[in-house]
């Protein structure tokens, strides 16, 4: 598997990270940590943003919203 890692301890970290990733069209998985027994958060040629360092989430209502899905 050749993957990059990227494990981010700040949003902005995570942020900057995706940004890059967005920049370059490569492809994105996400982790936060624990077991993903169905293999998302592997792939092979992928940026992976590694989240298990972010402990919270806030919400801007003044910034436009993402919808997320799940496979």
Do not use: F, W
Not at 4 to 23: F, K, M, Y
């Amino acid at each position: 598997m050749n993957a990059t890692r990227n494990t981010a301890i700040t949003a902005e970290e995570a942020a900057s990270c995706l940004q890059d990733v967005i920049r370059r069209g490569e492809k994105l998985l996400i982790r936060s940590g624990g077991h993903d027994v169905n293999g998302y958060s592997a792939a092979d040629d992928a940026v992976i943003i590694d989240l298990r360092y972010l402990d919270s989430v806030d919400i801007s209502d003044d910034i436009p919203k993402s919808r997320l899905a799940l496979q």
